[in-house]
């Protein structure tokens, strides 16, 4: 059915229901797995409160936090995966990723970790499953009430 899967990530709950979700699809499937994190560059730090680089820094080592819970969760199942940081608007690297490793299909969380990253992760799975030109799998909590959404 599917050779390669692409899982994206934020280490939000969602997207740690994701990862099991994309992992045992993996095995399954016998499909290899990659593993994705996205440092947002659209926000800008344009006032002397936050140093840009250091919130770029905190951002890509939450990626590499979110990364290694993929490592991990493949590891213990026995699925090969590979993980990258990637940068960019999340929508865009993540389609561009899919489109340069030929991956059959996307696992994603329906939701972020909290209010502002759960807007921002709504509107990249928004545009993910819009625009992707292979299947999207969007997964989330049990009992996730999508009136709240």
């Not at 969380?109 to 928004?126: N, Q």
């Amino acid at each position: 059915m599917y050779d390669s899967i692409l899982v994206a990530t934020d280490g939000s709950d969602d997207a740690s229901i994701a990862v099991d979700h994309a992992v045992e699809l993996a095995d399954r499937l016998e499909a290899s797995l990659h593993g994705v994190a996205v440092v947002e560059t659209r926000t800008a730090y344009d006032n002397a409160i936050v140093d840009p680089e250091e919130a770029r820094r905190r951002l890509r080592t939450e990626a590499e936090e979110s990364l290694e819970e993929v490592e991990e969760t493949a590891r213990a199942a026995g699925v090969p995966v590979v993980t990258q940081v990637l940068e960019g608007v999340p929508h865009e690297a993540i389609l561009a990723y899919v489109d340069e490793h030929d991956v059959e299909t996307v696992v994603v969380g329906a939701r972020g970790r909290s209010s502002f990253r759960r807007a921002l992760l709504g509107s990249t799975v928004d545009a993910v499953v819009r625009l992707s030109p292979v299947p999207v799998i969007v997964v989330g909590e049990e009992g996730w009430d999508r009136s709240e959404s």
